[in-house]
């Protein structure tokens, strides 16, 4: 299968010469779905940033190639890529409270990339909002059209988010933690949808997530993330049944289970920790010599 995305060597340091993200690789397949899994503090929405170009300025990328299909997006001029990335890319936030203007109504935020960017006729802009809406279940997308972000819910809001991400047809879709800030009713709500939107628009999907429940439901491959470095790429189902490295191992080990639920919850053993830090200093000690 061919990648819609491609991430090789990326590598990405801080001013003051921090490493933040350390020769990631990984792969999204045209159409498909890729789970990103780590700790809070890994790395995994700076990833996602580096792609879109949305580095903080005190982040510099020092290496590496991001390809979306045939086109290196690293060698292109700045201007160019936002104007790339504009047309064939979309995010969807963690927090669709902040993710939306709280001084404007919903219709002209979902609106505004397909007439700013694309140069959509604001009749068909608006029109495709309101399908979209009714696409991702809301009813009475008219209303909500003319609504503020502060009179809805916060499932609603971020069913607006993905409507938004989805309304140019875009090729990739970054889902950073996309239901963090929703009760756990609303999250299985969303993340159907997610699924359902992405297999019916057949766009390729990454989903950066700490959740390993979540990477099972929704993912078709993975990569495990640890202090900014891959530790392990693999097919979802080869993952969740010979998991190769030793943090991955212990990661599943210390999920949560519904067929002991009084037992205590496993940690992961800080030698295992220990063991994947002394491989990050090796490596950073080899690429400063």
Sequence with gaps: MSAQLSVRDLSITLQNGVRILRNVSLEVGA???HGLVGESGAGKSMIGKAILGTLPHAMNVTGGQICFGDVDLMAMAPKARRTWIGANAALIPQDPLTALNPSKRIGPQITRRLVDILGWAKTNAKARALDLLAEVQITDPARVMRSYPHELSGGMRQRILIASAFAAEPKLI???????????????????????????????????????GVVSKVCDTM???YAGKVLENAQMRRFFTHPIHPYSRALLAATPTYSNPTGSLAQVPQKVIDGVEQDIRHHDIRNHI
């Design 174 to 212: 970054i889902a950073d933690e996309p239901t963090t800030a929703l009760d756990v009713t609303v999250q299985k709500q969303i993340l159907k949808l997610i699924a359902q939107m992405q297999a019916e628009h057949g766009t390729a999907l990454l989903f950066v997530t700490h959740d390993l």
């Design 223 to 225: 990569s495990v993330l």
């Design 31 to 33: 159409g498909r779905v």
